[in-house]
């Protein structure tokens, strides 16, 4: 089971070489090397709320 608590990684990025490898990702995104989060600890949005914001 991966971080993501599926069998699969869910991360877009298919063609990065920590694809699937939850702790080399993890280490990647805490190093600074990326100013985000992984993909799969990010928050996740919903469409409603993105455009009830807009105005």
Do not use: A, D, T
Not at 1 to 22: D, T
Not at 23 to 44: D, L, T
């Amino acid at each position: 089971m991966l971080e993501n608590g599926e069998s699969m990684c869910n991360c877009p990025r298919k063609s990065c070489k920590r694809h699937g490898n939850c702790q080399e990702c993890i280490e990647h995104h805490k190093s600074g090397k990326s100013r985000y989060e992984p993909y799969c600890k990010r928050s996740k949005k919903s469409l409603f709320s993105f455009f009830s914001k807009r105005k």
